[in-house]
């Protein structure tokens, strides 16, 4: 039995402090969009920020650690409820995790309130304490399975170091290999989560028979992508050989898709929350394979590619799945508003955009850019318009959460 505290102490609570996913996929989702924005305006130069590491860092490392940690950070942090039964974090402890995490994004972006050393050190202090908290409850119940997701963070903090030193000693860590390391991670770790759930979100979404798993295939496709990603890490003690790391991305992609094929991707597409999963893992799989050629053909432009993980993989996973658990946490039925619809196709323009346009047209590679970024925020702002009451009221049910 879940070990809850009584409704009483609960309402105490306001409703955005009573789970991780409601502070942290709603702050996400608003700040996702402001990031692009700003983004986009440093580099068409019509503002004049100057955020730590300069703007190109700042823009790789608030879409990865940033965006994609406050979404991590929500995920852990209510499915750990469910995993252990004993109440996730809420209330203060909760409130301290979030205000820490925004206090990462206003020093970032104003490096000059409290100089280089401590704006990094606030930085790096968020995946560890989210680690610490999420692997409290799996400890005290001895649930070693999951405490996986712990030294993951960990790992994160790790990429999210190097890419702090690839600041100061440029000449020993490469900010674009450390970047890429945390894209990798992340599409790991979204690997490792679409094996685990996705299934059973189909099987269920379209009453049909739940696909066999075949642990060889998980272990090939989880695998080959963790490689990937530590030879990234690793990335100041070894040769960089772009056949080597093109060869695996490839590896990875083709496996990655034959595991997709086997959950039957064609018959959700009635259903928005299952294909937008799938459209999500459909990039992840398409864009490890389109990735890996850029590293063999000189002509494919690999910084391109690398956004069909980002943009499409990375934001339409995010997306698809916040606003599933989202409804599922909050206490309603799992139909999203019809409005996620379009947002779900925009995000999927986006990626499609954002890659294939400076490809056939490279001397309109800046109007491709700004489409793609209004694809983007438009996709998280309706999220946002739509969700933001959800996340910000109690439960339909009564129940805690």
């Known amino acids: ?24 996929f709603l702050s996400g989702a608003i700040f996702s969009v402001l990031a692009i924005l700003l983004w986009l305006l440093m580099y068409r130069g019509i503002v004049s920020f100057s955020p730590l590491g300069g703007g190109y860092w700042w823009h790789i490392h608030e879409m990865v ?83 996986f997701f712990a030294p993951l963070l960990l790992l994160l903090t790790i990429v999210n170091i190097e890419m702090h030193v690839a600041i100061y000693y440029p000449e020993s860590f490469s900010i674009i290999y450390s970047g890429y390391a945390g894209v990798m991670l992340v599409t790991f770790l979204m690997s490792v989560m679409a094996g685990r759930v996705t299934p059973m979100f189909t099987a269920n979404g379209t009453k049909t028979q739940k696909a066999t798993p075949l642990p060889w295939l998980d272990f090939i496709t989880n695998g080959s992508l963790a490689i990937a990603m530590f030879y990234l890490v690793f990335h100041p003690m070894l040769a960089f050989s772009p056949t080597f790391f093109g060869l695996l991305l490839i590896i990875a992609g083709i496996f990655q898709t034959i595991r997709w094929l086997r959950w039957r991707p064609w018959i959700t597409l009635n259903v928005p929350l299952l294909w937008s999963i799938h459209a999500a893992i459909k990039f992840i799989c398409f864009g490890l394979i389109v990735l890996g050629a850029s590293y063999l053909i000189p002509e494919l432009p690999s910084n391109h590619a690398w956004h069909l993980l980002t943009v499409g993989g990375m934001g339409g996973l995010i997306l698809a799945m916040i606003s599933r658990v989202s409804l599922g946490h909050s206490g309603r039925p799992l139909t ?14 986006a990626a499609i955009i954002r890659v294939f346009g400076p490809w056939a047209l490279p001397e309109k590679t800046q109007l491709f850019i700004d489409i793609s970024a209004t694809f983007w925020m438009f996709a998280f702002a309706i999220f946002v318009i739509k969700y933001a009451p959800m996340l910000t009221k109690p439960r339909l049910d009564g129940r805690p959460g």
């Open 1 to 24: 039995m879940m070990q809850i505290t009584d409704l009483q102490q609960e309402q105490k609570i306001t409703p955005l402090l009573r789970l991780g996913f409601r502070p942290f």
């Open 65 to 147: 650690f940033a965006f994609g940690g406050a979404i991590i950070a929500g995920f852990l942090l209510t499915a750990v409820q469910n995993w252990t039964g004993v109440r996730g974090a809420q209330g203060t402890t909760l409130l301290v995790l979030f205000l820490l995490w925004l206090a990462g994004r206003i020093v970032l972006l104003f490096p000059e309130l409290l100089g280089n050393t401590i704006t990094t050190i606030i930085d790096l202090s968020f995946l560890p304490a989210v680690a610490y908290v999420l692997a409290k409850p799996i400890l005290a119940i001895k649930q070693y399975r999951n405490l």
């Open 336 to 349: 999203p508003p019809k409005s996620m619809t379009i947002a779900y196709i925009a995000i999927n323009l």
